[in-house]
C-alpha cells in the first residue's frame, strides 16, 4: 500500500508508482497530511466528498485546508484555505467547478475550484452544518444543523425556506431525493416525511413501526433511483423502505458485533440503472461492511478496528471509494478490486475417470477445485487418472480432447445414449466442450468501460420483468459492445444472448465467454451482409432444404416465402422463440456436441418436422406467426432429423464445407472479431454519433427555446400573477373584513355562551359548594348529635349520680329527722321526767308551803292582831313581789335571747333560701338557653329536674318549718307572773329550763347547719355541671356560626 503525503504541497501526483490493491485489500492509495509547524505532526482530514463524474473528489482537514484529488489523472492541488475546520462538503451540479463548504462558524461558502475565488457568502444558521444536499438539477440546496435546515436558491444564494422545529424533537438529516423534486426530512423522534421541494406541500409520511423496538435513526441512504430508502440507527436493524409504495420491505438483521450504525451508503453500479443491490453498512467499531439487500448476504468489508473508518464517500460510477480513518488519513480504495472476489466465477468442475477395457463402465465422479479418485467398482479398484486435454484441439481427430479434460468423444457418447446431457453437471459439460478461458482481467476491462451507448435503453426496447437479468443482459450486451463494434450495432443480438444469460445470470464472465464462443463459432459470416440478413448462411440452408424436401421448397416459392421468413427467426433468436427451456437445452447439448453446421442442419431438420403444418399455410402473416412461435413436436425427432441430415447431405451443398472447425476463445485477450462490412459498421457509428450530436444540438437548443419560453411565459404569469394577486389581495382584503366581522359575532356569540357556562359553572359550583356545605353541616350535625348523645348521656349519668346524691342527701336529712326526733323524743321524755321531777318537788314545796302558809296564816292570824305584824306581812309581800319581777325579769330576758337566736336563724335561713332561689333562677336561666340549643327532650328533663328541685325545697321548708314549729312548741311560753307570785319555788325550779331548752336548740342549729353544708355541696355540684353544659353550648353556637 502506497501511501502520499502532501505535507505543505501545493499540488503534486498522488503515486509515482503504479499501485496494485490487490496486495493491500483494494487500497489505491492512502493520503496523510504532516505539517512541519507542529513538530511533524499530522493534520487530520475531516470531510470527502466525489464531484459528478466520480473521477476526482475533495477533502477537507481540520485547518480549513481543501484539496482535489483526480483519481484519473494522478494528481492532486490545494484549492482553498478557509482557516477554520469543515463539518460539511458537497459540489454544485450544475457548475461543475463550483463547490458548497460548511465552516465551524455556522456559516457556508461557495468556492470556485478552478479560480479559487469566493463565489458566495451564506449565513443563517445557529448551529453546526452536519449536511448539504443538492438538488439534481443544481439549482437547490438543503444545509443540515441539529436545530433547522434551510433551503437554498443557488442562482442568487438566497434563503428560500427555513424549517423550524421544537426544541424537543431534532432534525437527523434533510436532503433531496435523486431523479425527483422529492424532499426528505427524518427527524430524532423516527419520523421521516417526504415534501414538495417547489411547493413544499407534505406529499407522504412513512409510518413508524409499532412492534419493532425503536431505532433511534442516525444513518439515512437512497438509491440513485430514488425509490429505495435504506435506515439505520442505534440497533442492530436495518430498515428498507420503498419509497414508491411507501411501505417497509424488509427489516434486516445484521452480526452480533453491530450495535450501532453510523452512516450508510449504496454501492452503485453501472449496470442497475440507479436501483443500487449493495449496501454499505459503517458501524460503531469502524467497520464498513457491504452487503446484498435482496440476500444480505454479506459480500466484502474495508477498515479495521485499529483504525477505523468515520467518514465515508462513493463515487456516482461506483469505481472508487475513499473513507477517512480515526487517524486522520485518507484511503481510497478500488471497488473493482474489492468486488473481484465477489464476481469471480465458482471453481471449475473436474472429471475423474477409471481406465479399463472397453466393455467396461467408467465410473466417474464430479468435484469443484479438487481431484478426487473414482469410487470404487465392485470388482476392482482401477487408478485415478486426470485426463490432459492433447496441445493441438482438432474438431475431426481419432480422440479429440478438451481443456477440462473431458473427451468429447465420450461425451458424444453419453449424448447418443440418453438424448442430451445430466442437467446437474450440463454447464460443466458445456463450459469443457466450448473451451472457455477465463479471461478475468480481459472481461474486467471491458466491464470497467460501463454500459455501452447503444444500450442505454435497452430496457424500452426489450423489456424483463426481472431486474436482475435486465441488468444481466445490458452488462454482456455492453462487454460484447465493447469488444467488436459491429454488435453495438447489431439488432438481434439481445435475442442471441438472452437464453445465455438466463442461464448465466450468476456468472457474468461465462455468459459472456459462451456467448463470444457461439458467435465466433455458429455464427459464422452472418455480418458479411450486414445490416441485412446473412443472406450465404441462408442460401445453405435453402441448398438443404432443395435438397431434402423440394416440395416443402416450392411451397414457399409459391407461397412467397423466402428464407429470411422461414429460417433467419430461428436463427437469430437461436430457436428460443420456438422450443420450451428443457428442448432448447437439449438442442443445444447436440449443437456445442457438433460441428458449427449442425446449426444450420437443425433449422432444415425442425422444418422438416413440421412440414405438414407448413403446407397448409399459404398466408404470409400466418407463416410469420409459425416461425415466432412454440409448435407441437417432438424434439427427439428433430435431433434425429438434424443428424440424418449430417450424414446424408452431399459434400458440396454440404455446410460444413464452407464453415470453419470450432475455434475456442484464445487464453489472456479475446481474438479480434472483425468479420463484418467495417465501413458500413463505422458510417452507421458516425451517422450515429452524428445524429446524437444533432439531438444533443437540438436538445440544447430546445432546452435554450424552452427556457425563453419559459421565461416568457413565467412574466407572463408574473404579470397574471401580479394583477390577479392585486385582485385576490382586494378580495382577500373584502373577505377578510367579512370574515373579521364574522369572527367577531363569532366572538360575541362565544362571549356569550362562555359567559352562559360561566353561569352555569358557577351555579354548579355553588351548587357543589352548597351540597359540600350540607353535607358537613349534616357531618357537622352527625358529630354533634354524637356530643349531644354524649352529653345527655353524662347528663343522665349526671342526673342519675345527683338524684342518688338527693336521695341519699334526703335520707341522711330522714336520718337526721329522725335523729332529731329520737332526740326529741329522748329531751321530752326527759323534760316530763324532770318536769314530774320538779312537779314533785313544786307539790312538796307547795305541801312545805301550805303547811308554812297555814303556820304563816296562822302566825299572820296571829299578828294581823297587831300593827307590827302588819309591817312584817308588807315587806314580806313586796319582797315576794320583787323576787317575782326579778324572776319575770330574767325568764323575759332568756326568752329575748331565745327570740333573737330564731329570728337570726331564721334571718341566716332565709338569706340562704334567698341565695338558692338566686342560684336556681341562673340555673334555671342557663338552662332555657341550652335547651333553645339543645333538643326538646331536654327541657323535658329539665323541667321534671325542676320540679323534683321545686318539691326538693318545699320539703326542704316545710320540714325547716315544721322544726320551727316543733322548737317553738318546745320552747313555749314562760309562766305567769300570777301564778308564780305565791310559788316562789316554781319560779326557781323554772330557772333551770333554759338551759336544756337552749342546748336543744343548738343541737338544731348544728343539724340544720349540717344539712346547709350538704345543700352547698350538692349546689356546688349542680353549678359546676351547668358551667360545664354552658361552655359546651357556647363552643357548639361558635362552630355552627
Not at 469410487?375 to 481419432?398: E, F, S, W
Not at 309581800?877 to 330576758?893: F, G, H, I, P, R
Request: include cysteine; charge should be neutral; charged fraction near 25%.
Amino acid at each position: 500500500m502506497q501511501t502520499v503525503d502532501v505535507g505543505s504541497k501545493e499540488d503534486g501526483k498522488l503515486w509515482y508508482r503504479k499501485p496494485n490493491p490487490s496486495l493491500s485489500n483494494g487500497i489505491l492509495v492512502s493520503v496523510i497530511r504532516s505539517a512541519a509547524a507542529h513538530g511533524n505532526r499530522s493534520v487530520r482530514f475531516l470531510q470527502a466528498t466525489f464531484d459528478t463524474t466520480g473521477d476526482s473528489f475533495l477533502a477537507a482537514d481540520h485547518h480549513g485546508n481543501i484539496y482535489v484529488f483526480d483519481i484519473t489523472q494522478n494528481r492532486f492541488q490545494l484549492v482553498q484555505r478557509t482557516g477554520q475546520a469543515c463539518t460539511a462538503l458537497a459540489f454544485t451540479l450544475r457548475r461543475t467547478s463550483e463547490y458548497l463548504v460548511a465552516l465551524a462558524d455556522y456559516s457556508i461558502k461557495c468556492f470556485d475550484k478552478d479560480t479559487k475565488q469566493l463565489v458566495s457568502w451564506m449565513r443563517g444558521h445557529e448551529g453546526a452544518v452536519s449536511s448539504i444536499s443538492v438538488h439534481s438539477s443544481g439549482r437547490y440546496a438543503i444545509s443540515t444543523s441539529s436545530d433547522t435546515a434551510q433551503l437554498w436558491d443557488l442562482d442568487t444564494f438566497q434563503r428560500k425556506r427555513k424549517l423550524n422545529i421544537r426544541q424537543s424533537v431534532g432534525i437527523q438529516k434533510v436532503f433531496f431525493l435523486p431523479r425527483s423534486n422529492t424532499i426528505l426530512s427524518c427527524f430524532s423522534d423516527d419520523s421521516i416525511f417526504a415534501w414538495e421541494s417547489d411547493t413544499l406541500f407534505c406529499k407522504y409520511q412513512l409510518p413508524v413501526p409499532q412492534k419493532e423496538p425503536r431505532m433511534h435513526h442516525k444513518a439515512f441512504a437512497v438509491t440513485q433511483d430514488g425509490k429505495t430508502l435504506a435506515v439505520g440507527g442505534r440497533s442492530s436493524l436495518i430498515h428498507l423502505w420503498c419509497l414508491d409504495s411507501q411501505k417497509l420491505m424488509r427489516v434486516a438483521q445484521m452480526p452480533p458485533n453491530v450495535r450501532t450504525v453510523r452512516h450508510l451508503e449504496f454501492l452503485p453500479d453501472s449496470f442497475d440503472r440507479g436501483s443500487s443491490q449493495i449496501l454499505g453498512i459503517l458501524s460503531q467499531d469502524g467497520i464498513m461492511r457491504f452487503t446484498n439487500i435482496q440476500t444480505f448476504k454479506p459480500l466484502f468489508e474495508i477498515g479495521s478496528i485499529d483504525n477505523g473508518i468515520t467518514g465515508v464517500s462513493i463515487c456516482s460510477k461506483g469505481r472508487h471509494i475513499v473513507t477517512v480513518i480515526d487517524s486522520g488519513a485518507l484511503n481510497i480504495y478500488s471497488v473493482e478490486n474489492l468486488t473481484r472476489e465477489v464476481n469471480k466465477p465458482p471453481k471449475p468442475l473436474v472429471m475423474m475417470g477409471t481406465q479399463g477395457s472397453e466393455n467396461s463402465r467408467a465410473t466417474v465422479k464430479v468435484q469443484a477445485g479438487t481431484v478426487q479418485r473414482p469410487a470404487k467398482t465392485p470388482r476392482r479398484v482401477h487408478p485415478a487418472k486426470k485426463l490432459q486435454p492433447p496441445a493441438v484441439i482438432t474438431g475431426d481427430g481419432p480422440e479429440t480432447g478438451q481443456r477440462d479434460g473431458l473427451s468429447k468423444k465420450r461425451l458424444q457418447k453419453v449424448l447418443k445414449a440418453f438424448g442430451e446431457y445430466p442437467s446437474k453437471y450440463r454447464m460443466f459439460v458445456w463450459r469443457s466442450l466450448l473451451c472457455l478461458p477465463e479471461n478475468h482481467c480481459a472481461f474486467s476491462s471491458l466491464m470497467q468501460k460501463g454500459v455501452h451507448p447503444a444500450f442505454v435503453t435497452l430496457h424500452e426496447r426489450y423489456p424483463i420483468k426481472s431486474p436482475k437479468l435486465q441488468r444481466g443482459l445490458q452488462r454482456v450486451l455492453s462487454a460484447l459492445a465493447h469488444w467488436s463494434a459491429i454488435f453495438g450495432e447489431t439488432d438481434y443480438l439481445p435475442l442471441v444472448a438472452f437464453p445465455f444469460v438466463k442461464l448465466f445470470q450468476n456468472n457474468p464472465l461465462i455468459c459472456f465467454e459462451v456467448v463470444a464462443t457461439v458467435i465466433v463459432n455458429w455464427c459464422q459470416h452472418w455480418f458479411e451482409y450486414f445490416p441485412n440478413p446473412p443472406l450465404n448462411v441462408l442460401s445453405m440452408v435453402e441448398n438443404v432444404l432443395a435438397h431434402h424436401d423440394k416440395s416443402l421448397l416450392q411451397h414457399f416459392v409459391n407461397c412467397g416465402i423466402t428464407s429470411q421468413m422461414y429460417a433467419w427467426p430461428l436463427l437469430e433468436t437461436l430457436f428460443s422463440e420456438v422450443l420450451t427451456q428443457d428442448e432448447w437445452l437439449r438442442l443445444f447439448d447436440n449443437i456445442f456436441s457438433n460441428h458449427p453446421s449442425f446449426l444450420l442442419m437443425a433449422v432444415v431438420a425442425y422444418i422438416a418436422c413440421c412440414r405438414a403444418p407448413l403446407l397448409q399455410l399459404t398466408l404470409r402473416e400466418d407463416f410469420e406467426y409459425f416461425f415466432h412461435h412454440r409448435n407441437n413436436f417432438a424434439i427427439s425427432e428433430m435431433i434425429k432429423e438434424a443428424y440424418h441430415l449430417m450424414d446424408s447431405t452431399q459434400a458440396d451443398i454440404h455446410p460444413r464445407c464452407m464453415l470453419t472447425d470450432f475455434e475456442p476463445l484464445t487464453a489472456g485477450q479475446y481474438p479480434v472479431f472483425n468479420k463484418y462490412p467495417t465501413f458500413i459498421v463505422e458510417y452507421q457509428s458516425k451517422e450515429r454519433e452524428r445524429i446524437r450530436q444533432q439531438e444533443l444540438e437540438y436538445l440544447r437548443e430546445r432546452q435554450a427555446v424552452q427556457e425563453l419560453r419559459s421565461e416568457a411565459v413565467r412574466q407572463q404569469a408574473e404579470d397574471e400573477a401580479w394583477y390577479v394577486q392585486q385582485e385576490l389581495l382586494q378580495q382577500a382584503e373584502e373577505q377578510r373584513r367579512r370574515i373579521l366581522q364574522q369572527e367577531e359575532e363569532k366572538l360575541t356569540e362565544q362571549r356569550a355562551r362562555l359567559a352562559a357556562m360561566k353561569r352555569e359553572l358557577k351555579v354548579k359550583e355553588l351548587q357543589m359548594v352548597d351540597a359540600a356545605r350540607r353535607r358537613f353541616l349534616k357531618h357537622q350535625q352527625d358529630q354533634r348529635k354524637i356530643q349531644l348523645r354524649r352529653l345527655d348521656d353524662e347528663i343522665q349519668r349526671k342526673m342519675a349520680l345527683r338524684d342518688q346524691e338527693t336521695a341519699a342527701a334526703v335520707q341522711d336529712v330522714e336520718v337526721r329527722q329522725m335523729e332529731l326526733d329520737a332526740q326529741r323524743h329522748v329531751f321530752e321524755q326527759q323534760l316530763t321526767k324532770e318536769q314530774e321531777r320538779v312537779n314533785q318537788g313544786v307539790t312538796a314545796e307547795i305541801d312545805t308551803w301550805r303547811r308554812r302558809a297555814e303556820l304563816d296564816e296562822t302566825t299572820f292570824q296571829n299578828l294581823l292582831q297587831s300593827d307590827t305584824d302588819l309591817s312584817q306581812e308588807t315587806k314580806r309581800v313586796l319582797e315576794a313581789s320583787l323576787t317575782e319581777a326579778e324572776q319575770l325579769d330574767a325568764d323575759l330576758q332568756w326568752k329575748t335571747e331565745v327570740l333573737k337566736r330564731l329570728e337570726k336563724a331564721d334571718a341566716e335561713q332565709q338569706k340562704h333560701h334567698q341565695h338558692l332561689a338566686e342560684l336556681n333562677r341562673e340555673t334555671r336561666a342557663k338552662e332555657e338557653e341550652l335547651v333553645h340549643i339543645m333538643m326538646k327532650m331536654e327541657d323535658k328533663k329539665w323541667d321534671e329536674v325542676s320540679l323534683k328541685r321545686a318539691e326538693l325545697e318545699k320539703e326542704k321548708r316545710s320540714a325547716a318549718e315544721t322544726l320551727d314549729s316543733q322548737s317553738e312548741r318546745n320552747l313555749g311560753p314562760p309562766c305567769s307572773s300570777r301564778r308564780l307570785l305565791n310559788k316562789p319555788e316554781f319560779s326557781k325550779s323554772l330557772n333551770k329550763q333554759p338551759c336544756s331548752v337552749n342546748s336543744s336548740g343548738f343541737s338544731l342549729d348544728r343539724g340544720r347547719a349540717e344539712l346547709d353544708h350538704k345543700e352547698r355541696e350538692l349546689m356546688q355540684v349542680v353549678r359546676d355541671l351547668r358551667q360545664k353544659m354552658a361552655r359546651n353550648g357556647a363552643e357548639y353556637s361558635s362552630s355552627s356560626r
